[in-house]
Structures are given as C-alpha cells and as structure tokens.
C-alpha cells in the first residue's frame, strides 16, 4: 500500500501485524531526509481511520533526523523477539542495514547498530 503527500512518499508494511512500521523519505538524493514511523495499536488505528484518511501523530512513534543515519530507508524488518528493527538504508555510506531498539517515543534516536552493505535493497527477519 502506498501513498503521496507533501512530505514525500510513505510505504507501509507489515500490515498483517500490530505494529507494521513506515519508512519515510522525500528525496532519494539527500542523505538526511529519511525516516521511520510506528503506527502504535495498528489494526483498531487502521480499522477506524476512512479511506484517504490521516492518522494522527498521537497514534505514532517517530525516528528521524541526523543521528538516525536515515537517508533512504528501502525496507524494513521487525522482529517481535528481540523487540528490533532492522532497516537497508541505501544512500548513506554506500548501503548500511540498521538496527534500532523498538522505540517508546518520538526522537532523533542512533541505531544501536550500523553494518556496511553496499547497495542493500531489501531485508528480512527470518528465525527458525
């Protein structure tokens, strides 16, 4: 599912779960415009929000600006276990996937975790 706004482009994922996370950016090109949004109680929020509707910023939690490291974010995983999110964040440093702690609230948070992945597209959480 995605959508436009003036803000740029939002794609949301993991819409079968409760807690599916949005990845934001407004440019491909700039190395700082990027950003992650959790949509809190995700299926009564969806449920109750009209077609084309906005959900309001009390109902997300927020990760964005220069300490995120967050350019481009191309894709991203959860993983419910370890309460982290991972993301393939394509512009900076040539391709990085970054970890964050599953946040409480908004902020200009760093990942805990940045590993080099040149030209990292896509990412998964796979646990057997």
């Given amino acids: 599912m995605t959508s436009s706004n003036t803000s740029g482009k939002i794609t949301l994922t993991n819409l079968l779960t409760t807690t599916p996370i949005v990845k934001l950016f407004a440019s491909a090109a700039s190395a700082t415009d990027g950003g992650l949004i959790i949509i ?66 908004s902020g200009d948070f760093a990942p805990v975790n940045a590993r080099a992945e040149a030209g990292v597209t896509s990412i998964f959480v796979l646990r057997k």
């Fill in 40 to 105: 809190k109680n995700f299926s009564t929020v969806f449920a109750s929000t009209a077609a084309a509707g906005t959900i309001a910023v009390t109902n997300q939690v927020r990760i964005y600006s220069s300490n995120s490291l967050l350019g481009n974010p191309v894709a991203v995983a959860y993983d419910s276990v370890t309460k982290n999110i991972y993301v393939a964040e394509r512009l900076n440093a040539g391709g990085q996937v970054l970890t964050y702690s599953f946040p409480v609230a």
